[in-house]
């Protein structure tokens, strides 16, 4: 069990160089039902992770010109802020206990591994639906609405702040068809607007859990070279197609977390 653990953690960083996105759709699930790890503590650990992660991914896509700082910056404002203060002010005020009703009970845990769950639905159909490329005839970029851009960053900060998600299969639609930046200009700035959220969140957590510092560095050291292999293989392989693949697999793994946390308990 434990190397089949550190062949899908690998797995993490491989699906960030290969597609921008789905890495921390993947972390949660192999942190707590792989290595055991109780869901709101992976929450954290995970924003451990698919920070560093990112932030190295981000390296290789700076050097090539394809991170726009600019709109990372403007768009990471929002983000980042608000990643933050959910870690540090609303994350600790969650009772184990939400409701009880007769034998029912919503606990913390149920909580948050059902609503990653669906967030891991609504990832799966964005990545099966595809993202539409900038259009070819287009020679001017939209107009940037800052309201819009604002709005899309709280709102991906919530997720990853509860959630631990890093947000790309959020993040590229709108860096491209908000923005208009070019897709594999908005898959670089994704990685490192991702690597910024996930970092600046995760230190809102010191203090609130106790951390397994060496058990985080061998994970996304594992991680990190996964997303070095799979940024190698991007340059071979049909991406498109590959993140509709993924996409059917993410589902299936949503609909099986929702059907073993509220069904099967």
């Known amino acids: ?32 039902y792989l290595f055991g790890v109780s869901p709101l503590l992976a929450t ?3 924003l451990f992770i698919v920070g560093f992660t990112s932030l190295a991914g981000t390296v290789g896509n700076f050097k090539r010109g394809l991170v726009n700082l600019k709109t990372a910056l403007l768009f990471g404002s929002a983000s980042i802020s608000t990643v933050f203060f959910t870690r540090k002010l609303i994350i600790p005020l969650i009772p184990k206990t939400i409701i009880r009703i007769g034998s029912f009970e919503l606990t913390e845990n149920m909580l948050m591994m059902v609503l990653f769950a669906v967030l891991m639905v609504a990832a799966a159909v964005a990545m099966i639906r595809g ?3 900038e259009d070819p005839a287009r020679t001017e970029k939209p107009k940037l609405n800052v309201k819009k851009l604002l709005f899309y960053g ?14 790309g299969f959020l993040l590229i639609p709108t860096l491209v068809i908000l923005v208009g930046l070019p897709m594999k200009e908005a898959v670089g ?41 799979g940024g190698m293989m991007s340059k071979r392989i049909d991406g498109a197609k590959l993140k509709k693949g993924f ?19």
């Open 1 to 32: 069990m434990e190397i089949l653990a550190y062949v899908a953690s690998a797995l993490i960083g491989v699906s960030l160089g290969l597609i921008g996105g789905g890495g921390s759709i993947l972390t949660m699930p192999v942190l707590v």
């Open 44 to 46: 954290s650990y995970s």
């Open 131 to 133: 993202t539409k490329d």
């Open 154 to 167: 709280i709102s991906i900060g919530l997720a990853t702040g509860f959630l631990g998600a890093g947000g």
């Open 189 to 229: 700035t994704s990685l490192f607007i991702i690597a910024l959220n996930s970092l600046i969140g995760f230190t809102g957590d010191l203090g609130h859990f106790l951390i397994d510092w060496l058990f985080l560095v061998k994970i996304t050291s594992v991680a990190i070279a996964g997303i070095i292999v």
């Open 247 to 265: 996409g059917w697999f993410v589902l299936l793994m949503g609909c099986y977390i929702i059907l073993k946390e509220v069904v099967l308990k």
